[in-house]
């Protein structure tokens, strides 16, 4: 059974630093793409981030490009996202996914964390 687990969110200050993590189990972080989403209130949810299952390489979102970086640890079976430069824009609920590609639509991933909050106050 495919499950996901995020963990890490807070307060946090504009300007400062979090690192999320997404614990995933039932699969290999390494053979499928594994994406970060967040919604914020009264928001659609966002595609912020995409590790490929095929090649490793990771894309980001114009909104987050530049500030955030995400990675994944196969003998951990984690994938992370280190969010630096964090502005109040940045406040939402942060999910996890995985498929077998890379999409920055919600509607292509079947499996999700039960998210993290993240606040970034001014």
């Known amino acids: 059974e495919v499950q996901l687990a995020e963990s890490g969110g807070g307060l946090v200050q504009a300007g400062g630093s979090l690192r999320l993590s997404c614990a995933a189990s039932?699969?290999?972080?390494?053979?499928?793409?594994t994406a970060w989403f967040r919604q914020a209130p009264g928001k659609e949810r966002e595609g912020i981030s995409c590790i490929s299952g095929t090649n490793g390489s990771a894309y980001y979102s114009d909104s987050v490009k530049g500030r955030f970086t995400a990675s994944r640890d196969k003998a951990k079976n984690t994938v992370y996202l280190q969010m630096n430069s964090l502005k109040p824009e940045d406040t939402a609920i942060y999910y996890c996914t995985a498929d077998n590609w890379c999409s920055w639509y919600d509607w292509a991933y079947e499996h999700w964390g039960q998210g993290t909050q993240v606040t970034v106050s001014s």
């Open positions: 039932g699969f290999s972080v390494d053979d499928y793409a």
